[in-house]
Protein backbone atom coordinates (compact mmCIF):
# COMPACT_ATOMS: atom_id res chain seq x y z
CA UNK A 1 0.00 0.00 0.00
CA UNK A 2 1.27 3.34 -0.40
CA UNK A 3 1.58 5.42 2.26
CA UNK A 4 3.97 7.50 4.60
CA UNK A 5 5.60 5.42 7.16
CA UNK A 6 7.14 6.79 10.70
CA UNK A 7 9.37 4.88 12.82
CA UNK A 8 9.38 3.97 15.68
CA UNK A 9 6.13 4.39 17.27
CA UNK A 10 7.73 5.33 20.59
CA UNK A 11 11.46 6.78 21.54
CA UNK A 12 13.07 7.42 24.92
CA UNK A 13 15.72 9.93 24.80
CA UNK A 14 18.20 10.58 27.69
CA UNK A 15 19.43 13.86 28.47
CA UNK A 16 22.55 15.02 25.91
CA UNK A 17 21.28 12.59 23.27
CA UNK A 18 20.93 13.15 19.63
CA UNK A 19 18.13 11.11 18.09
CA UNK A 20 16.91 10.93 14.32
CA UNK A 21 13.50 9.87 13.49
CA UNK A 22 13.00 7.69 10.26
CA UNK A 23 9.94 9.21 7.91
CA UNK A 24 9.54 7.08 4.37
CA UNK A 25 7.25 7.50 1.78
CA UNK A 26 6.66 5.44 -1.50
CA UNK A 27 3.67 8.33 -3.01
CA UNK A 28 6.67 9.80 -5.19
CA UNK A 29 6.16 13.19 -3.59
CA UNK A 30 8.22 15.92 -3.80
CA UNK A 31 7.50 17.57 -1.09
CA UNK A 32 8.29 16.60 2.23
CA UNK A 33 7.28 18.33 6.00
CA UNK A 34 8.18 17.74 9.56
CA UNK A 35 5.75 18.77 12.31
CA UNK A 36 5.56 18.73 16.46
CA UNK A 37 2.55 18.15 18.32
CA UNK A 38 2.66 19.25 21.91
CA UNK A 39 -0.45 18.37 24.09
CA UNK A 40 -3.81 19.83 23.51
CA UNK A 41 -2.04 21.86 20.86
CA UNK A 42 -1.94 22.31 17.05
CA UNK A 43 0.91 21.19 14.62
CA UNK A 44 3.88 23.61 14.45
CA UNK A 45 6.01 23.41 11.54
CA UNK A 46 9.50 22.35 12.14
CA UNK A 47 11.34 21.43 8.98
CA UNK A 48 10.12 21.16 5.23
CA UNK A 49 11.68 20.17 1.67
CA UNK A 50 10.18 20.56 -1.44
CA UNK A 51 12.84 19.04 -3.31
CA UNK A 52 15.85 16.93 -3.07
CA UNK A 53 19.00 18.11 -1.26
CA UNK A 54 16.61 21.61 -0.75
CA UNK A 55 14.64 22.03 2.86
CA UNK A 56 14.15 25.14 4.16
CA UNK A 57 13.21 25.77 7.98
CA UNK A 58 9.79 26.04 9.55
CA UNK A 59 8.70 28.43 12.80
CA UNK A 60 10.87 25.75 15.19
CA UNK A 61 14.07 24.55 13.73
CA UNK A 62 15.62 25.49 16.52
CA UNK A 63 17.09 22.44 17.97
CA UNK A 64 16.28 20.29 15.05
CA UNK A 65 18.02 18.86 11.78
CA UNK A 66 16.96 17.09 8.80
CA UNK A 67 18.62 15.66 5.43
CA UNK A 68 16.79 15.35 1.90
CA UNK A 69 19.21 13.04 0.41
CA UNK A 70 16.95 10.70 -1.62
CA UNK A 71 12.80 11.57 -2.61
CA UNK A 72 11.14 9.30 -0.44
CA UNK A 73 13.09 9.85 3.22
CA UNK A 74 13.18 12.84 5.32
CA UNK A 75 14.94 11.71 8.65
CA UNK A 76 14.58 14.68 11.33
CA UNK A 77 17.33 14.55 14.05
CA UNK A 78 16.90 16.00 17.19
CA UNK A 79 19.95 17.08 18.42
CA UNK A 80 20.49 17.74 22.33
CA UNK A 81 20.56 21.89 21.57
CA UNK A 82 16.30 21.11 22.04
CA UNK A 83 15.47 21.92 25.44
CA UNK A 84 11.97 19.84 25.64
CA UNK A 85 12.23 17.51 22.90
CA UNK A 86 9.05 15.77 24.47
CA UNK A 87 6.60 15.57 22.09
CA UNK A 88 4.50 13.92 19.18
CA UNK A 89 6.13 13.97 15.96
CA UNK A 90 4.64 13.66 12.30
CA UNK A 91 6.05 13.68 8.97
CA UNK A 92 4.09 14.69 5.96
CA UNK A 93 4.22 14.55 2.48
CA UNK A 94 2.62 15.99 -1.22
CA UNK A 95 2.29 16.02 -4.69
CA UNK A 96 3.73 18.85 -6.98
CA UNK A 97 1.29 21.61 -8.05
CA UNK A 98 -1.94 22.85 -7.20
CA UNK A 99 -4.33 21.92 -4.19
CA UNK A 100 -2.59 18.68 -3.77
CA UNK A 101 -3.52 17.74 0.07
CA UNK A 102 -0.78 16.80 2.23
CA UNK A 103 -1.22 13.26 3.72
CA UNK A 104 0.27 12.14 7.26
CA UNK A 105 1.90 9.13 8.82
CA UNK A 106 0.88 8.08 12.10
CA UNK A 107 4.00 9.87 13.99
CA UNK A 108 6.22 8.91 16.59
CA UNK A 109 6.31 9.99 20.53
CA UNK A 110 9.51 10.85 21.84
CA UNK A 111 9.99 11.09 25.28
CA UNK A 112 12.98 12.07 27.77
CA UNK A 113 13.93 9.49 30.50
CA UNK B 1 -0.30 32.15 13.14
CA UNK B 2 -3.02 30.25 11.88
CA UNK B 3 -5.80 32.27 9.25
CA UNK B 4 -8.80 30.32 10.92
CA UNK B 5 -11.12 30.68 13.89
CA UNK B 6 -13.31 27.66 14.86
CA UNK B 7 -15.17 26.79 18.18
CA UNK B 8 -13.16 25.13 20.65
CA UNK B 9 -15.89 22.08 20.86
CA UNK B 10 -18.97 20.78 19.75
CA UNK B 11 -21.41 17.52 20.52
CA UNK B 12 -23.34 16.01 17.71
CA UNK B 13 -26.01 13.00 18.46
CA UNK B 14 -25.04 9.78 16.66
CA UNK B 15 -26.91 9.66 13.10
CA UNK B 16 -27.47 13.39 13.11
CA UNK B 17 -25.28 15.51 10.71
CA UNK B 18 -22.13 17.34 12.52
CA UNK B 19 -22.10 20.39 11.00
CA UNK B 20 -18.52 22.11 11.88
CA UNK B 21 -18.08 25.76 10.89
CA UNK B 22 -15.07 28.02 10.35
CA UNK B 23 -13.97 31.14 9.60
CA UNK B 24 -11.49 32.89 7.20
CA UNK B 25 -12.70 36.28 6.77
CA UNK B 26 -8.60 37.36 5.72
CA UNK B 27 -9.11 34.58 2.60
CA UNK B 28 -6.96 35.42 -0.23
CA UNK B 29 -7.81 34.70 -3.33
CA UNK B 30 -5.22 32.04 -4.37
CA UNK B 31 -6.00 30.30 -0.73
CA UNK B 32 -7.64 26.92 -1.10
CA UNK B 33 -10.11 25.67 2.21
CA UNK B 34 -8.31 22.41 3.57
CA UNK B 35 -10.17 20.01 6.42
CA UNK B 36 -8.13 17.34 8.03
CA UNK B 37 -9.40 15.40 11.05
CA UNK B 38 -7.11 13.88 14.04
CA UNK B 39 -8.00 10.92 16.01
CA UNK B 40 -6.25 10.73 19.27
CA UNK B 41 -2.70 9.63 19.13
CA UNK B 42 -3.01 9.37 15.71
CA UNK B 43 -1.79 12.00 12.39
CA UNK B 44 -3.93 14.19 10.73
CA UNK B 45 -6.20 12.39 8.18
CA UNK B 46 -7.30 14.76 5.13
CA UNK B 47 -10.79 15.37 4.73
CA UNK B 48 -11.54 17.53 2.09
CA UNK B 49 -10.88 20.90 0.04
CA UNK B 50 -12.37 23.41 -1.90
CA UNK B 51 -11.67 27.07 -3.54
CA UNK B 52 -15.19 28.42 -4.29
CA UNK B 53 -17.21 25.98 -5.06
CA UNK B 54 -19.26 23.54 -2.83
CA UNK B 55 -17.23 20.38 -2.60
CA UNK B 56 -18.94 17.01 -1.77
CA UNK B 57 -17.13 13.48 -1.40
CA UNK B 58 -17.38 9.97 0.25
CA UNK B 59 -16.40 11.14 4.02
CA UNK B 60 -18.21 15.07 4.06
CA UNK B 61 -19.71 17.67 2.31
CA UNK B 62 -17.66 21.69 1.92
CA UNK B 63 -20.02 24.55 2.02
CA UNK B 64 -18.06 27.61 1.01
CA UNK B 65 -19.87 31.19 1.39
CA UNK B 66 -20.11 33.38 -2.06
CA UNK B 67 -17.64 35.77 -0.46
CA UNK B 68 -15.45 32.84 0.71
CA UNK B 69 -15.08 34.36 4.35
CA UNK B 70 -17.03 31.12 6.12
CA UNK B 71 -16.82 27.50 5.44
CA UNK B 72 -18.86 24.86 6.85
CA UNK B 73 -17.75 20.63 7.01
CA UNK B 74 -20.50 18.34 6.92
CA UNK B 75 -20.46 15.04 8.12
CA UNK B 76 -24.09 13.55 7.39
CA UNK B 77 -24.76 10.85 9.30
CA UNK B 78 -22.05 11.42 12.40
CA UNK B 79 -20.92 7.79 13.82
CA UNK B 80 -18.95 7.78 17.25
CA UNK B 81 -15.64 6.98 15.19
CA UNK B 82 -16.18 11.36 14.13
CA UNK B 83 -15.15 12.07 16.96
CA UNK B 84 -12.07 13.89 17.26
CA UNK B 85 -10.36 17.40 16.48
CA UNK B 86 -11.74 19.00 13.32
CA UNK B 87 -8.80 21.51 11.70
CA UNK B 88 -9.84 24.11 9.11
CA UNK B 89 -6.85 25.42 7.20
CA UNK B 90 -6.36 28.11 4.73
CA UNK B 91 -3.38 27.34 1.89
CA UNK B 92 -2.21 28.88 -1.20
CA UNK B 93 -2.94 26.49 -3.97
CA UNK B 94 0.87 26.21 -5.40
CA UNK B 95 4.16 25.60 -4.24
CA UNK B 96 3.51 22.71 -1.69
CA UNK B 97 2.99 25.65 1.00
CA UNK B 98 3.41 23.89 4.65
CA UNK B 99 -0.26 23.91 6.45
CA UNK B 100 -0.56 26.13 9.40
CA UNK B 101 -2.69 24.63 12.16
CA UNK B 102 -4.79 26.45 14.81
CA UNK B 103 -6.63 24.53 17.90
CA UNK B 104 -9.22 22.95 15.67
CA UNK B 105 -12.36 22.25 16.61
CA UNK B 106 -13.21 19.22 19.36
CA UNK B 107 -16.17 17.00 18.05
CA UNK B 108 -17.56 14.64 20.43
CA UNK B 109 -20.15 12.55 19.02
CA UNK B 110 -22.52 10.87 21.60
CA UNK B 111 -24.64 7.43 21.24
Known amino acids: DGGITQSPKYLFRKEGQNVTLSCEQNLNHDAMYWYRQDPGQGLRLIYY???????QKGDIAEGYSVSREKKESFPLTVTSAQKNPTAFYLCASSGTGGSQPQHFGDGTRLSIL | DAKTTQPTSMDCAEGRAANLPCNHS???????VYWYRQIHSQGPQYIIHGLKNNETNEMASLIITEDRKSSTLILPHATLRDTAVYYC????????????FGKGTRLSVIA
Open chain 1, 49 to 55: SQIVNDF
Open chain 2, 26 to 32: TISGNEY
Open chain 2, 89 to 100: IVRVFSGNTPLV
